[in-house]
């Protein structure tokens, strides 16, 4: 071995490749003025039986490129000229003027043959000729279609290249871009936040002052979280809304004949503390809306206490207190509290306290009106029971139409939990359990 260093141009050639007439050019890696480093693969060759890198003998900046993908090489054939310090084997000084002053070629050590080479493990960096898959018996990956150099990317990312799909190269061939590609998917698919962040277009920001007079109001802390919330359960959760109409005719005579036996400074009750009673009866016979799902989603977390959220509407938005414990507690005591929290709430006086703790959650328009909503799950609770306007309604009793007050209600159940039929059945012991409020009792 000689002196390695040397100066101007000079030429790159195909070296002893073991007496292959004809070797196809899989891949060429560099282009005119490209400045390359010594040892560094300037093309990748291509046999039935192995693909070889091709390194380069020069490092320095390439001056003309003399093949391209799809042509036949062999032994000698002049890949590449570089005006640079030169090395190694195939790697000759080139007969133009460009550099008189150039010493001679030295000599490196030489490129395998393809045969030896087969049997070079893959994590070898060098020498550089290995068989490539599918022939080579080796680590995970031995089935994919790719060059060395491509396996080392894809084994520096930590990829097992037999989970890439076909490549985009010839014959399908996997190649750097198709490794980078797959990164990319893996990572917009799996990460936990990926459906807030990723690929999720935003909303263009619009300009209105154009269209007329704007003023910007700042929105209260209380809607700010609220929304950030919300967002993240929209994002997170399958949810599916089961509308029903409950008869609360009787209920609502009893609520009306229980009202009037109030003193003028005493709470009066309104409906919702039924539909509360009969939301927690319901989460007695059916657990899993007394549930939640643990943190890895592989288990469900049934609580055995029975503490129910009220949405409460506030001038600065939003609030869910909880009323503690609602089964061991009377209608009139849930009234009182309810009032209680409810004008704390609106006071902006809730400790944080107040509002943990919940199983459920009730959302009840039915003050304002409405017919139907599909209120949004407050997760990581299950369920959540909407309530809109109760009004007469003739309904057919089997002889005839009768007048009777009829309460819609909205229920939203996170589905990866919740079953569609188990939510209609919930739904239905609530539809009873108003409809008859004797129910309540057993
Ligand atoms: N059908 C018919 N009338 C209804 C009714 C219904 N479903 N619900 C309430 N009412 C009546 C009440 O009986 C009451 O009538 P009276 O004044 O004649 O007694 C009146 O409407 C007002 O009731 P209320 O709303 O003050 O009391 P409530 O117990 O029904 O509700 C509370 C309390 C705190 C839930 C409610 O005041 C509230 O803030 N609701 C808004 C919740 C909200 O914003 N949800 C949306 C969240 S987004 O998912």
């Known amino acids: 071995m000689t002196d390695n260093t040397m ?34 693969t300037v093309a990748t060759l291509e046999t039935d039986k192995a693909t070889m890198e091709l390194p380069s003998s020069a490092a320095g900046t390439v001056q003309q490129v003399f093949i391209k993908a799809g042509d036949k090489v062999s032994e000698g054939t002049l890949i590449a ?30 490129v395998p043959k393809a045969s030896e080479a087969e049997a070079a493990p893959l994590v070898q960096p060098a020498p550089k ?18 060059s060395p150099s491509v396996r080392l990317f894809a084994r520096e990312l930590g990829v097992d290249i037999s989970k890439v799909a076909a490549g985009s190269g010839r014959k399908g061939r996997i190649l750097k871009d198709d490794v980078k590609n797959f990164v990319k998917k893996v990572m917009a698919e799996g990460m936990p936040g990926a459906a807030t962040g990723a690929g999720i277009p935003t909303i263009p920001v619009v300009d209105f002052s154009v269209f007329g007079d704007t003023e910007v109001l700042k929105l209260s802390k209380i809607k ?13 959760l399958p949810m599916v809304t089961y509308h029903e109409e409950a008869d609360v005719t009787d209920m609502e005579a009893f609520r009306n004949a229980l009202n009037a036996e109030k003193g003028k400074d005493e709470v ?19 657990p899993s809306f007394n549930a939640s799902l643990s943190g890895d989603g592989e288990s ?3 609580k055995k ?12 938005g939003l609030v869910v207190p909880v009323l503690r414990d609602v089964n061991s507690k009377s209608i009139n005591q849930l009234a009182v509290e309810l009032a209680e929290k409810s004008a704390k709430a609106r006071q902006g006086k809730l400790m944080p306290a107040d509002m943990q703790g919940g199983c459920i959650t009730i959302s009840s328009l039915g003050g304002i ?74």
Not at 84 to 99: L, M, N, S
Not at 226 to 234: A, E, K, P, S
Not at 420 to 432: D, S, T
Request: proline share 7%.
């Open 7 to 40: 100066t101007g141009l000079c030429e790159i050639k195909v070296p002893d490749v073991g007496n292959v007439p004809a070797i196809d050019v899989f891949e060429v890696l560099i282009k005119v003025g490209d400045i390359i480093a010594l040892e560094q």
């Open 81 to 110: 000229t570089v005006l640079a310090e030169a090395v190694g084997q195939g790697t000759e000084k080139a007969a133009e003027p460009a550099a008189p002053s150039a010493p001679p070629v030295a000599e490196t050590a030489p």
């Open 129 to 146: 000729a290995v068989v490539s898959a599918p022939l080579m018996p080796t680590t995970s990956g031995a089935k994919a279609h790719a």
């Open 224 to 236: 700010r979280l609220t929304g950030q919330n919300l967002t993240r359960v929209w994002l997170n």
């Open 268 to 286: 009066k009750i309104t409906g919702l503390m039924f539909i509360i009673k009969a939301l927690v009866a319901a989460m007695q016979q059916f």
């Open 300 to 302: 469900l977390i049934l």
């Open 305 to 316: 206490y029975f503490n129910v959220g009220i949405a409460v509407d506030t001038p600065n």
């Open 369 to 442: 009106g409405g017919t139907a909503f599909t209120p949004i799950v407050n997760a990581p609770e299950v369920a959540i029971l909407g309530v809109t306007r109760a009004k007469m309604q003739p309904v057919w009793n089997g002889k005839e139409f009768v007048p009777r007050l009829m309460l819609p209600l909205d229920l939203t159940y996170d589905h990866r939990v919740i079953d569609g039929a188990e939510g209609a059945r919930f739904m239905a012991v609530i539809k009873q359990n108003l409809s008859d409020i004797r129910r309540l009792l057993l």
